[in-house]
T-cell receptor, first 113, second 115 residues
Framework: KAGVTQTPRYLIKTRGQQVTLSCSPI?????VSWYQQTPGQGLQFLFE???????NKGNFPGRFSGRQFSNSRSEMNVSTLELGDSALYLCASSAGQPSDGYTFGSGTRLTVV | AQSVAQPEDQVNVAEGNPLTVKCTYSVSGNPYLFWYVQYPNRGLQFLLKYITGDNLVKGSYGFEAEFNKSQTSFHLKKPSALVSDSALYFCAVRETQTGANNLFFGTGTRLTVIP
C-alpha cells in the first residue's frame, strides 16, 4: 500500500512569509503527527491530529498550526516565517493506538532566507 | 515527564563486528519503546518496538533490542554490522500513563560501519 506522502519535498521561503505543508497518511490511518527536525534540536513534536481533532500539542509558538481533513490528510501552516524555522518537517501516520508505531513520510525541507 | 537519552552521538564499528547503540529512558509507568533509522534526506523508518512480553525484541534488517526495566535501557544491537547499516538511529518512548500519544525521541546516534 502507498506510504505517507509529503508535499512539497523542498521549499524556499522568505522571512515573514507563510507556508503550508501537506501530508497524506497511509490509507486507514486516522492519526497524523508532525515533527520538526533540526541538527541542533533533534526531533521536536509539533502536534498530533486524530479524526480531525488536535489530540496533542508540543511547545511551539502559535505561528505553527495544523488541521486534518475528513479523509485524514493533514496540513500544517507556519506564518510569519523566521530564519530559525528552517528545518526538515516530518509527518508520521499511525492507526492511533498507543502500541502503534509511526510510519514517516520523507519530509519537507523548508529553507527560510 | 518522559525523556530519552542516547549517550553517544557517534558510534563507529568495523564491518562484521557486533554493534550496540545505547538508549536509556525515563517515564512514568510502563513504557512503549521504539527504534527508528534515518538515511540521508529521508524520513525515519521503523526498526522494532517493545510493548510488553519478551524482553528481547527482534526487528527489521537483523536488528534486535533488549528491554531492561531495572536499568531503564533499551539498547539496539546487531551481531554483525554491514556498511549499509551506516545511518542515524533514534530511540523513542511513548508514555502510557498520561494519555499523550506522541513519541518522544532521543537526539540520535550516528552509526558508521567501517569497511
Amino acid at each position: 500500500k502507498a506510504g505517507v506522502t509529503q508535499t512539497p519535498r523542498y521549499l524556499i521561503k522568505t522571512r515573514g512569509q507563510q507556508v503550508t505543508l501537506s501530508c497524506s497518511p497511509i490509507s486507514g490511518h486516522r492519526s497524523v503527527s508532525w515533527y520538526q527536525q533540526t541538527p541542533g534540536q533533534g526531533l521536536q513534536f509539533l502536534f498530533e491530529y486524530f479524526s480531525e481533532t488536535q489530540r496533542n500539542k508540543g511547545n511551539f509558538p502559535g505561528r505553527f498550526s495544523g488541521r486534518q481533513f475528513s479523509n485524514s490528510r493533514s496540513e500544517m501552516n507556519v506564518s510569519t516565517l523566521e530564519l530559525g524555522d528552517s528545518a526538515l518537517y516530518l509527518c508520521a501516520s499511525s492507526a492511533g493506538q498507543p502500541s502503534d508505531g509511526y510510519t514517516f513520510g520523507s519530509g519537507t525541507r523548508l529553507t527560510v532566507v | 515527564a518522559q525523556s530519552v537519552a542516547q549517550p553517544e552521538d557517534q558510534v563507529n564499528v568495523a564491518e562484521g563486528n557486533p554493534l550496540t547503540v545505547k538508549c536509556t529512558y525515563s517515564v512514568s509507568g510502563n513504557p512503549y519503546l521504539f527504534w527508528y533509522v534515518q538515511y540521508p534526506n529521508r524520513g525515519l523508518q521503523f526498526l522494532l518496538k517493545y510493548i510488553t512480553g519478551d524482553n528481547l525484541v527482534k526487528g527489521s534488517y537483523g536488528f534486535e533490542a533488549e528491554f531492561n526495566k531495572s536499568q531503564t535501557s533499551f539498547h539496539l544491537k546487531k551481531p554483525s554490522a554491514l556498511v549499509s547499516d551506516s545511518a542515524l538511529y533514534f530511540c523513542a518512548v511513548r508514555e502510557t500513563q498520561t494519555g499523550a500519544n506522541n513519541l518522544f525521541f532521543g537526539t540520535g546516534t550516528r552509526l558508521t560501519v567501517i569497511p
